[in-house]
């Protein structure tokens, strides 16, 4: 989640950078052709993907000044009309989210466990 075309870039030409790495040359936004075409990993690494049928919102995280760095726009509906296209940022101290996240599937693991079965 790291990379060194990151340092000293906007959070916007950071998050080209990371979708630019998974499209093709005719899909690039012609504002950011200065930009490198990074490996495909960085893409891996650095968009995160909620379900690609309800997906609203372009994501990614990047590790930057020991945080998570979340950068997102607005993409299609769902998204309300006056947020495609905008871009969003919040960096989040690392073990925080590392703990919701965890809390989030041990009451998901839990709740499972007790939801009654059809049959």
């Not at 030409?13 to 005719?26: G, M, P, S």
């Not at 979340?70 to 495609?84: A, D, V």
């Amino acid at each position: 989640m790291k990379n060194d075309e990151f340092k000293n870039r906007s959070d916007e030409e950071v998050f080209e950078l990371i979708w630019k790495a998974n499209q093709l040359e005719d899909e690039f936004d012609p504002t950011f052709n200065h930009l490198p075409i990074l490996d495909n990993s960085i893409w891996a690494a650095c968009h995160i993907s909620i379900d690609e049928t309800t997906d609203a919102w372009l994501i990614t995280m990047i590790e930057e000044n020991d945080e998570l760095k979340l950068i997102w726009k607005g993409w299609r509906n769902p998204c309300p009309e006056e947020r495609i296209g905008k871009l969003y940022a919040v960096s989040i101290d690392k073990e925080l989210a590392v703990k919701t996240i965890k809390e989030c599937i041990d009451q998901i693991e839990n709740d499972y466990r007790h939801y009654p079965e059809k049959g």
